[in-house]
């Protein structure tokens, strides 16, 4: 689809207009800037303020709340919003088929999501650890016993109430921290809620499972334990412990919601965490990524497979329209969850950002216009007009280089 400067220019709101009159944006598939690169700030920048400024500050979430829904509510619910997150626009990028098909990813997610949550995935709580350090410390090795028989789980229920005792609280479903007869009562309570006689094996295993979840502590494999604590290790090693210095005062794990108002599409973002000016210089996304990448050759590789930079282009558009502040910064935090389980914080570059921004803008018009028409084409969208899908292939330049000569001897 062709993109005239008007359409675009109608859907970047608060953002430089007078790089877009002062030129043509994104014709014949040059691309131009939404603002000079020099206004990004760089790795350089946020360290110089991080050195000059120890103070911090805390940001109250209904002061961002500008021109859109800014708002801590859980992943489940952001899941459930019918609005059009950056999944479905990269899914865009790759054919309108593909967006078709990509509607019901959010409700997929949240099943499987439903599906997972007994299991422990090392990504995913590494994810969390990284925003919320204290985790680190929250996960054990629970000893092997069979939950088949009496002795196994009356030993395991002794060896939970230990825990629980040794710690001196135990953890509510909203991570307030309950006192230890409170949490045997709860233990008890589930149990009878469920009818089930403390004597019997059913009513001792939903005794058992109860103080589990309530001494706030994750059951985990050696291995598993033993991951951890070697990133905790480097995560606060990494920068002489920039990394906790930067997520000070952040916000985790918001969402929020606006509509964009050249496209009229209601869209939702929920950055892994969001940081502001006060604390580190610049309004900043901070995305988190746990990959099994080898190197960082490899991660930035799969960010552009991906499209990344689409997601987090998205991610600075709606945030600066939503609180009415300029987030002109993306941070991104790669957890390897391979050997030797390193960190890398990365601070992303203006170009890649820019090409995130025209990524996103051009997928969201692509949509709008197969939506007016209610056509979503596949591969065949590639195809020159009148040449019925017939599409000129071209591999990519890296294949066209010399081939090596062959000297065969006798």
Known sequence: MELSKEMIKNSMPNLHLAAVEEKELFIAGDIDYTRPLKEYPTAQTIIEHISQNEKTEHIYTKDLNVNGICIQDSFEKYLGNPAKSSGMFKSALKTPMHYEFSKDGDKMELEALQGRKN?????????????????????????????????????????????????????????????????????????????????KMPGKKTYLATLKKLSGMEPVTEENFLKIQILKKHYEAYGDGVLKRLLKHSKREISMYYTDPGTGFDVKIRPDALQFEENIGCNAIISVKSSGIEDLRAFYYQAAKLHYDLSEGMYQEVATAVTGRDFNTTIMVMLQTVAPFAVAILVWSAEDIEMGKYKYRTALNTVLECEQKQTFPGYDAFAESGNFGLIQMELPQWNNKEILPTNIEN
């Open 119 to 199: 299991y422990f995935e090392l990504g995913e709580f590494l994810h969390q650890a990284i925003l919320e350090p204290t985790k680190f410390g929250r996960v054990l090795v629970e000893p092997k016993q069979s939950l088949a028989s009496t002795a196994g789980v009356e030993a395991l229920t002794e060896f939970w109430m230990d825990v629980i005792q040794e710690q001196g609280f135990g953890v509510d479903e909203n991570g307030e921290e309950i006192p230890v007869p409170q949490v045997l009562e709860f233990a008890v309570i589930a149990t009878e809620t469920l009818k089930q006689p403390l004597d």
